[in-house]
């Protein structure tokens, strides 16, 4: 049977003298036939006034191609962290108040002190950060994203960064992955599948965490936002944006210097042959999207964060209020992450978190915080400028919050999208690269932020 | 090869194949999304096509008490494979054979998706194109003959807003009657020059020969012409391997 | 004169596609045939890629890629 099949083909080989000579023909027949059907049927009136191209002439222009896409960065940003504030410290307030009938409650019913800690102190404590510091920025910042990518902006970016992607090596469409990455990397390195080179792929797989997730831009704007925002009155909030834009420059500018060095070292080759449309601007369906991110996106990686919230809270209790040789287990490993953290601009704790936050990025912050409390006294936890506080009382500086937020970009992905990694490229060395690569730019940078802060004597 | 059991389905991942299989092909930004999403609602599932990493979503939905499976094929310019999304798409229609396909295509750029209805028609002649965007096309004053269209390519064509709901139960009553055989299309076949057709001519006898007289060998004979020896792995995959003994009586 | 040589807002006509293998049959695909109208709409701020109005899409290609299509002015 397939021995037949093999003789026609080689009979089709021996008639068609040259295959691509017969696909030429073909493809140009159709398309012969298309155009003809086309001009049959379809009247056009007068060209109506095309406002695609009008609006391309501004977006993808020389002139405002990009200052108009770093406008809309900063706009989306400033949107989710001014309108984040308000309903952040709400949450708090309502979740706190919750903590303290739950307490109450316990106590009522005579529970043992470890299990209070346990469910409450650990998992509720946790759960409740998790909820009040994310959910605001993710139903803000999901829609807006959503809203511009049903626009069509998405490939308009594509277009504009190919330039740099492909003198850095990569494929145009890493433009549209990285994109992607914005809301989710484990999201944004399957995206990656749109790339056929395996090369290219490769690369931009491995650079896909140096866009923040949605997992880290609370964090990036919960640290700005405390040490920029609350701290200026007016004006701290742009101040605080313009951090944000900056990281997030900063980020796709590293991204382009590791697939040009990914490029020219590990993966060498020439970029391969790039088409992209540019669909047209469609009237998104403002409602549908709402509904549409809420549910798909805000909610899924809530309850992804809730999921993993929540023994991670019990955990992290656990390592506070176990005592080993007069210290907790917490103080002992933060003991000896303490040397390296300092040297980062950071303190053993705050690796420890990261380290810790290693199943998602979203908890990273509530341990911190629950390490600090468990340590010291308790405190009334409203809202961002209680966190000030608190963070201050540990021995935080502006150069400590710049550095977190700086490790927070720059830093190992979430255990899921290293799964996803692993999943993707079938390769355990490829994903101990991608942990691998961001790690050390990150505590190299940090570490140089931090000696710089030294010898100025910021910190 | 009519008439056969639906086994290649199984191969695509699909065995909840009771109820009627509708594909559901077209271009990339047509609004093929939104059109799979409008008929089949929150009644979807999505996973990979089987040994690859493309997402496969199908859906169901249910018109006149019957039950009919839609297959959201990957949405590509062409059928001719050079990708794997074009691999799948092709593999679907010619090997899965499913009751209908539908094109949708966008009512403000029709040339270019009529190239790939063209190349759907060539692999089956049960094709339904919808034209979505329509409401976008007035805007952009287009005006498009439908029935015109339809009657020169010899198949139905339902226009559409997939946004607004418009022509939804039309594209649902359409895939209905060519389910249940009403409906019969009888598209004209593409005739290329004469070199091509001359050796089609040649090596048609031979494919016939093998796989029987079907209305698709024609479309198997310009792939073999093309040197394409992925139709030839699919045969291999889709056709002959699993469960052999019952298609082998087929075959020899 | 290639396609990437057409200027912004010049229309041509397709006149061969002089590459082989992938490429060429990716070229085809987006309705590159000999005879097609094609016209430049834009360049990327960037520099690369261009814009083209291919069959009433517009598609990006790098220089890189265009330089593969042979046209002749139309202008």
């Known amino acids: 049977m397939s021995a037949d099949l093999g003789r026609i083909l080689q009979r089709a080989q021996d008639l068609s003298c040259g295959q691509d000579a017969v696909r030429d023909k073909v493809v140009a027949r159709l398309y012969q036939e298309a155009e003809s059907l086309a001009r049959e049927v379809v009247l056009t009136e007068k060209p109506a006034r095309d406002w695609d191209s009008t609006i391309d002439d501004i977006l993808t222009s020389k002139r405002y191609g990009y200052p108009s896409m770093l406008a809309l960065l900063a706009l989306v940003l400033w949107l989710t962290i001014s309108g984040a504030n308000m309903p952040s410290q709400l949450l708090a307030r309502f979740l706190f108040a919750v903590e303290g009938w739950l307490s109450s409650l316990f106590l009522l019913l005579r529970a043992p002190d470890w299990l209070h800690g346990l469910l409450i102190l650990g998992v509720y404590r946790c759960l409740a950060w998790v909820v009040s510091v994310m959910l605001p920025p993710m139903a803000i910042f999901f829609p807006l994203f959503t809203l511009l990518e049903d626009l069509g902006y998405l490939p308009r970016v594509a277009f504009n960064l190919d330039a740099f992607f492909q003198k850095a090596g990569a494929h145009g469409k890493q433009a549209l992955t990285m994109s992607m990455g914005f809301g989710c990397n484990a999201a944004g390195v399957i995206a990656c599948r749109i790339i056929e080179s395996p090369r290219e792929r490769l690369i931009a797989i491995l650079t896909n965490n140096f866009v923040p997730c949605n997992g880290r831009f609370p964090t990036l704007i919960a640290m700005s936002n405390i040490f920029l925002g609350a701290a200026a009155l007016n004006g701290g909030s742009i101040l605080a944006v313009l951090l944000v834009a900056g990281l997030v420059v900063g980020g796709i500018a590293i991204t382009l210097v590791v697939s040009r060095l990914l490029s020219s070292t590990l993966l060498k080759g020439i970029p391969s042959h790039f088409a992209l449309e540019l669909p047209p601007y469609r009237p998104p369906q403002v409602l549908q999207v709402i509904v549409r991110s809420v549910f798909d996106r805000t909610l899924f990686v809530l309850w992804r964060a809730v999921k993993v919230a929540a023994p991670a809270g019990a955990v992290a209790w656990a390592l506070a209020n176990i005592y080993v040789d007069g210290l907790s287990l917490l103080s002992h490993a933060a003991g000896f992450f303490e040397p390296l953290g300092r040297a980062m601009g950071l303190d053993g704790v705050i690796l420890l978190a990261f380290i810790l936050g290693l199943p998602a990025n979203e908890i990273v912050i509530p341990i911190i915080l629950m390490s600090y409390l468990s340590a010291g006294a308790m405190l009334e936890l409203e809202g961002l400028p209680a966190l000030r506080e608190l963070l201050l009382a540990n021995g935080w500086t502006w150069v400590t919050a710049l550095n977190m937020m700086l490790f927070s970009l720059l830093h190992f992905p979430c255990g899921t999208t290293l799964l996803t990694i692993h999943k993707e490229t079938q390769s355990w060395k490829w994903t101990a690269l991608a942990a691998l690569i961001p790690t050390a730019i990150g505590v190299a940078l940090c570490f140089l932020a931090a000696q710089g802060a030294r010898l100025v004597g910021l910190f | ?252 | 004169m290639l396609l990437s040589q057409l200027p912004v807002g010049k229309t041509g006509e397709v006149v061969a596609i002089t590459c082989s293998g992938l490429v060429r049959r990716r070229l085809l695909d987006l309705g590159l045939v000999p005879g097609t109208k094609i016209r430049t709409l834009r360049q990327s701020p960037g520099g690369d890629p261009l814009a083209f109005n291919i069959r009433g899409a517009v598609i990006a290609l790098r220089l890189d890629t265009a330089s593969h299509v042979k046209i002749r002015s139309l202008d």
Request: hydrophobic share 40%; charged share 25%; proline share 6%.
């Open chain 2, 1 to 252: 090869m009519k008439g056969q059991p639906l086994q290649p389905l199984l191969r695509f991942g699909i065995e909840d194949a009771d109820s009627p299989v509708v594909a559901l092909a077209g271009n990339p930004n047509t609004g093929k999304t939104t059109i799979f999403n409008a008929l089949t609602g929150l009644n979807q599932h999505t996973g990979n096509w089987p040994g690859k990493t493309v997402v496969q979503a199908r859906g169901k939905y249910c018109y006149g008490g019957q039950e009919v499976i839609l297959v959201d094929l990957p949405g590509t310019y062409s059928l001719l494979a050079n990708s794997v999304e074009e691999q799948i798409a092709r593999d679907f229609i010619y090997f899965g054979r499913p009751d209908a396909t539908i094109v949708v295509a966008d009512a403000t750029c029709l040339e270019r998706n009529l190239n790939l209805l063209l190349q759907v028609v060539e692999i089956t002649p049960l094709v339904i194109l919808c034209i979505n965007l329509i409401d976008e096309a007035r805007r952009k004053l287009i005006k498009i003959d439908f029935a015109r269209l339809a009657e020169r390519l010899g198949i139905p064509v339902v226009p559409a807003s997939a946004r607004t709901g418009e022509g939804l139960e039309l594209l649902k009553k359409t895939v209905q009657d060519m389910i249940s055989g009403k409906l019969k299309p009888s598209p004209k076949p593409i005739i290329y020059d004469g070199e091509v057709e001359g050796a089609l001519h040649q090596i048609l006898p031979e494919i016939k020969g093998i796989l029987g007289d079907d209305a698709t060998s024609r479309w198997l004979a310009l792939r073999l012409l093309e040197g394409d020896e992925t139709v030839l792995e699919g045969i291999q995959h889709y056709l002959l391997t699993d469960p052999p003994a019952r298609l082998e009586e087929v075959f020899v």
